[in-house]
């Protein structure tokens, strides 16, 4: 029944910006730690940031900490990524999961719902 729309994707230069944002749907939202990943072409997918339930605790991978911020609107059940200072190597399709757990995590395992995800690419 839960269902992740992800959206704000595109085609940026180098150094741009972009925000992307998660809908969730069918289940309460707010009790869940909601999770953000990606993938490139030929790559495993990979782990990008993680918001606790209630957005107290926040968690980045080593590679877009200090440019990317993880935030959540529970009142209108979506979350949110705002990237910055992008760079050819964050081009991928960014994944929004729901956690099973109330607690952020950047382990994919403990996630159990995904979005069709949103492609971000980043021009050189």
Do not use: H
């Amino acid at each position: 029944q839960v269902q992740l729309v992800e959206s704000g994707g595109g085609l940026v230069q180098t150094g741009g910006s972009l925000r992307l944002s998660c809908a969730v749907s069918g289940r309460t939202f707010s009790s869940y730690a909601m999770g953000w990943f990606r993938q490139a072409p030929g790559k495993e997918r990979e782990f990008v940031s993680t918001i606790s339930w209630n957005g107290g605790r926040t968690s980045y991978a080593d590679s877009v900490k200090g440019r990317f911020t993880i935030s959540r609107d529970n009142a209108k059940n979506t979350v949110f990524l705002q990237m910055n200072s992008l760079k050819p190597e964050d081009t991928a399709v960014y994944y929004c999961a729901r956690s099973r757990r109330s607690f952020y995590s950047s382990d994919q395992g403990d996630y159990d719902y995904w979005g069709q995800g949103t492609q971000v690419t980043v021009s050189s």
